[in-house]
């Protein structure tokens, strides 16, 4: 399985982006995915996860009510929009599928394929 982030930029604080994961391959749909980031000097953190087949999410706290995550298993991809952006969201964003098919996992050992990255910044 590949996956393929894209989407980043620079935006300025209030505004929006949308990210977008493509993966390769016919198991994307059986599974979890979730979007991470990583701040400079920091630990890579969890962001938002979808069950295999879209119907149930989970955020982290900081960006609950201001990120969506979606995907459509047709198109074998996975979304990040990102409302009301603020400088604390600058961070490398990276897509990951999970080991399972549940949104519960956090923890960035529970995902075994990963993105490259798309840089996220938001200026103030």
């Known amino acids: 399985v590949q996956l393929q982030a894209s989407g980043g930029g620079l935006v300025q604080a209030g505004g929006s982006l949308r990210l977008s994961c493509a993966a390769s391959a016919l198991t994307f749909s059986s599974y979890a995915m979730a979007w991470f980031r990583q701040a400079a000097g920091k630990e890579r953190e969890f962001v938002a996860a979808?069950?295999?087949?879209?119907?149930?999410?989970n955020y982290a706290d900081s960006v609950k009510g201001r990120f969506t995550i979606s995907r459509d298993n047709a198109k074998n991809t996975v979304y990040l929009q990102m409302n009301s952006l603020k400088p604390e969201d600058t961070a490398v964003y990276y897509c990951?599928?999970?080991?399972?098919?549940?949104?519960?996992?956090?923890?960035?050992?529970?995902?075994?394929?990963w993105g490259q990255g798309t840089q996220v910044t938001v200026s103030s």
């Open positions: 990951a599928r999970s080991l399972r098919a549940g949104a519960d996992y956090t923890g960035f050992r529970e995902y075994n394929y």
């Open positions: 979808i069950n295999w087949n879209g119907g149930i999410t």
